[in-house]
């Protein structure tokens, strides 16, 4: 009977190590064919996804610190910075020091980047043409948004 356990534990196992059963890596892959969708939407705009993440987030709310805009994309200074460098060197944004507190670095869109929105509003309707039907695509978002927050409650506990 000992056999027959290790037997079914070691098959256990081997399932759980498979590439295939692995929920990181099904969301890994979904993500690169997202970025890919995104980057052959996006190529008329001149803009990669990060920065089209980045203007998003602007044209919500113009005049943001670095922190906040790194809050809202989970993304570091360190990530973030350059590629906000890059944005302000293409005419998309001003980056400026707080007046109230030098150590906040303010953002917010130039004129070129106010204009890009009109370019950008068939972004949404050009991606849906190639996602599932909206309420599957509505369900899996709020759950990925749960999922992300509760490794987020978890590696902070960590």
């Known amino acids: 009977m000992a056999n027959a356990n290790t037997s079914k534990n070691a098959a256990a196992i081997d399932q759980a190590l498979m590439l295939e059963n692995q929920l990181c890596f099904a969301m890994y892959s979904a ?11 996006l190529k008329d705009l001149d803009i990669t996804y990060p920065q089209y993440l980045v203007m998003l987030v602007l044209w919500e709310k113009d005049e943001v610190t670095v922190s906040d805009l790194g ?4 993304l570091d200074s360190g ?8 944005m302000e060197a293409m005419g998309l944004l001003h980056r400026a020091r ?19 929105r009109k370019r950008a509003t068939a972004v949404p309707e050009r991606l849906m043409c190639a996602l599932p039907p909206l309420e599957q695509v509505a ?6 948004k749960d999922l992300r927050k509760g490794l987020l409650e978890d590696a902070e506990d960590s």
């Open 139 to 144: 369900s899996l978002r709020e759950q990925l």
């Open 31 to 41: 993500s690169l064919a997202m970025t890919k969708v995104y980057k052959k939407i």
């Open 79 to 86: 990530t973030l910075t350059p590629l906000l460098k890059r």
């Open 98 to 116: 707080d007046t109230e507190d030098e150590r906040r670095v303010v953002v917010r869109l130039s004129q070129d980047g106010r204009a890009l």
């Open 71 to 74: 809050g809202k994309l989970f």
